[in-house]
């Protein structure tokens, strides 16, 4: 009965996700200014890291664990950059 339940709430957390990258995705493509752009962007990594997450503890596989850190540091180093690339006008001073 467990396993049912848990293979439910996976997928359809797995397909609201999908939903909420697709919404991401629009966002950056329609965004009105370049700080849309970032945090529809910030969205889709973190998006894209829990779908990974699920997909891990749906396979039971360690290796999408990491690529999902992998995915999480680089985001957050991403989103850092283009901020304050986009307040200052430069990345390294």
């Known amino acids: 009965m467990s396993s049912i339940i848990l293979f ?3 997928s359809l957390a797995q ?9 991401s995705v629009s966002r950056i493509a329609r965004g009105p200014r370049a700080q849309d752009r970032v945090l529809g962007l910030d969205t889709l ?4 890291m829990l779908q990974l997450l699920t997909f891990a ?6 290796l999408y664990f990491e690529a999902a850190l992998v995915i999480a540091i680089l985001g957050f180093v991403s989103t850092v950059a283009l901020s304050k690339f986009l ?3 430069e990345v390294i001073e």
């Not at 397909?15 to 919404?23: D, G, R, S, V």
């Open 87 to 89: 307040m200052r006008g």
């Open 15 to 23: 397909l609201f996700l999908a939903i909420a990258m697709a919404i």
């Open 57 to 62: 503890i749906r396979t039971g596989n360690v």
């Open 8 to 10: 439910w709430s996976i």
């Open 45 to 48: 990594y973190v998006c894209a």
